[in-house]
């Protein structure tokens, strides 16, 4: 395995799955597969399927930063860690795992980096709060100019299903979030944009959790093909660098369904949150670490061992008695 491992890390892409690990997927995301001996079709409906499911079994979440001796994620371990040991991760890990499975079933599909908006105002007034290119999102490919959005790894503002990738293309969940994109000539940030006459189309996807809000700004980034080496760059800094969001933050969100109603669970350090159709309906703060743990396989499927319970740093803001 750690030969495995190491050659995966020297990889442009990793590779594809089998099709007894494909089953295994399907049955971790709750897809219903009525023969397992005949796979999802690469259609548009049935990515949009499973992009619902993965996000309403799969957690988002960087647990791994906090409540393990390791301290570390690793994404080319995303399908033992997320399919077999039924855990979460973020974007290099869900976005990575869902690349290989579209892959794998015959899409055509690609990776983009992008910056994550890390201000609640507009960009306008805070230029400077983009990241660096540290979100991995899946660009999916139909022929002609038909590309689609999928990212099954941002989190609690991230999207529910696969959006067009269309200037003013525009997501819906029963009548509550919604996600758009805006196209633009060059990047918000940019301090010389004269200084490219030619260069990809920017697109800014942003979000609101019902219509009565703001939009607010998710990610922006350009159709310029990332590999898998520069997620690993990327995941090095997130997972590691000390003002990484993910190394001072604990971090968790599940999509679900209940009643016909689309909603969400967040977990932001010992916040705890469920939105139903576009509203908060419940907000509390938790206390204890055994109060968070107990959340955490509740709500989120996350089942923490003994050991791994016990190993959040007890000097950390994040700890909770």
């Known amino acids: 395995q750690s030969r495995s491992i190491q050659h995966e890390r020297t990889m442009t ?42 996000l309403c079994s799969v957690p988002f979440e960087n647990i791994s930063l906090h409540y393990s001796k390791e301290k570390r994620i690793m994404p080319e371990e995303s399908f033992e860690k997320i399919v077999i040991n039924h855990r979460g991760g973020y ?11 579209l892959r794998s079933l ?4 690609y990776n983009v980096t992008s910056r994550v908006f890390e201000a609640k105002g507009s960009i306008e007034e805070n230029r400077n709060a983009f990241t660096t290119l540290t979100h991995f999102i ?13 990212d099954v790894g941002f989190g609690a503002k991230g999207l529910f299903e696969p959006i067009q990738l269309k200037e003013g293309a525009l997501n819906t969940y029963e009548n509550s979030e919604q996600h758009t994109l805006v196209k ?14 030619e260069q990809p189309p920017t697109w800014i996807l942003k979000h609101r959790a019902n219509e009565d809000e703001e939009w607010s700004t998710c990610i922006v980034f350009q159709m310029v093909e990332a590999f898998w080496k520069d997620a690993l ?24 369904i209940e009643n016909g109603e689309y909603g969400k669970y967040t977990l932001f350090n010992n916040s705890f949150k469920i939105r139903k159709s576009g509203k908060e309906v419940e907000n509390r703060k938790l206390t204890s670490e055994k ?10 499927g996350i089942s923490l061992s003994e050991e791994d319970a016990k190993q959040m740093n007890k000097e950390s803001p994040l700890y909770l008695g």
Not at 138 to 150: H, L, Q
Not at 291 to 300: A, D, G, I, N, P
Request: charged share 20%; proline share 5%.
């Open 13 to 54: 892409a990793l590779p594809l799955l089998s099709r007894e690990q494909l089953v295994l997927y399907f049955r971790r995301i709750q897809f219903d597969l009525k023969d397992e001996s005949e796979l999802p079709k690469p259609t548009l409906e049935n990515l949009q399927e499973i992009h619902r499911k993965h």
């Open 91 to 101: 974007c290099f890990e869900n976005n990575g795992l869902f690349t290989r499975v």
């Open 106 to 109: 015959g899409y055509n599909v």
């Open 138 to 150: 899946s660009i999916v490919w139909f022929g002609g100019e038909d590309y689609w959005i999928a």
């Open 184 to 197: 633009q000539n060059e990047m918000p940030m940019s301090t010389t944009p004269f200084c490219f006459k």
């Open 233 to 256: 760059l990327g995941n090095l800094w997130t997972s590691t660098h000390p003002d990484s969001i993910f190394t001072n933050n604990l971090l968790c969100a599940r999509s679900f």
């Open 291 to 300: 109060e968070r743990v107990e959340v955490l396989q509740k709500f989120f």
